[in-house]
């Protein structure tokens, strides 16, 4: 498989399958505990996992979320602030070298030809890092190298997937949901919460994830730039087939060799 190659989600309300394009755009999920986010979350990670063009960067406070990817990651960071912080710096870093690259080559994007593996950061719990551990000053800083890796990131061959069962305000600022390309709105419990994942105006419009029933987990109003909410749901992994899979995506990557940053 390919980091380049569709993600299969699931199907729409029509039960046609949903993809997405994941290596040129950033997904934002959002709603309260127990929507599906963590399905979403490790379908994207086991696609990642099984693609050898990829190396995944995973941050995870609860280690339970995406623990059983962690010997296909390339970074694990649980909570702990001062890794997170120091893994989004090198993460910049990589960015900056590689945009210096693209610049010196008069390019604008990195390609599948160019040798480079992309390297896909993916965020259970943005509030864990911006709001719960650490010091002000830390989480402020968090919520900076974030809101620069997801505006200039994919470019560069590095997307984001971020989620947080907290959609308010202080948690996703309007300035760093706009730069998620896609954004994905499991069921809130009010509107405001549904827009803040969504954007301003859609709940009013009757895209509005408050009215997601709460038996009905992995349903979720998936937005796509440019266009109108689609309602979806989600494939569901147990955690054996998370488990079976987890082992052969590292028992993959260990008969692999590491390629250009």
């Known amino acids: 498989m390919s980091i380049f190659d569709p993600i299969d989600l699931g ?66 960071v649980g909570p702990d602030i001062t890794h997170a912080l120091a893994v989004l710096r090198r993460l910049q870093q990589v960015m900056n070298n590689r945009y210096a690259w693209l610049r010196n080559r008069k390019r604008r994007k990195v390609t599948a030809g160019d040798g480079m593996d992309i390297i896909t950061a993916i965020i259970d719990e943005i509030a864990y890092y911006s709001a719960t551990v650490g010091t002000k000053q830390e989480q402020d800083e968090f919520v900076a190298l974030l809101r620069d890796l997801v505006a200039r990131g994919r470019a ?10 907290r959609p308010s305000f202080d948690i996703i600022p309007t300035s760093l949901r706009d730069l998620f390309g896609y954004r994905a709105a499991f069921r809130c419990t009010t509107p405001n919460s549904s827009n803040i994942v969504l954007g301003h105006g859609w709940a009013e419009q ?42 052969h995506a590292a028992r993959l990557r260990a008969g692999t060799t590491g390629r250009a940053a």
């Open 11 to 76: 199907i729409d309300e029509y039960g046609q399958p949903v993809t997405l394009d994941l290596v040129y755009r950033n997904l934002l999920a959002g709603g309260e505990p127990g929507g599906g986010k963590s399905g979403l979350l490790n379908l994207i990670t086991a696609h990642t996992a099984l693609s050898t063009d990829t190396r995944l960067v995973l941050f995870d406070g609860k280690l339970v979320e995406l623990g059983q990817w962690e010997d296909s990651a390339d970074e694990f």
């Open 156 to 165: 560069a061959g590095i997307p984001v997937v971020a989620a947080t069962q």
């Open 206 to 247: 009757g895209h509005n994830a408050a009215d997601i029933p709460p038996t009905n987990q992995g349903e979720a109003l998936l937005l796509a730039e440019g266009g109108f909410p689609r309602r979806i749901k989600v494939a569901y992994l147990d955690d054996g087939q998370i488990t079976n899979i987890a082992a």
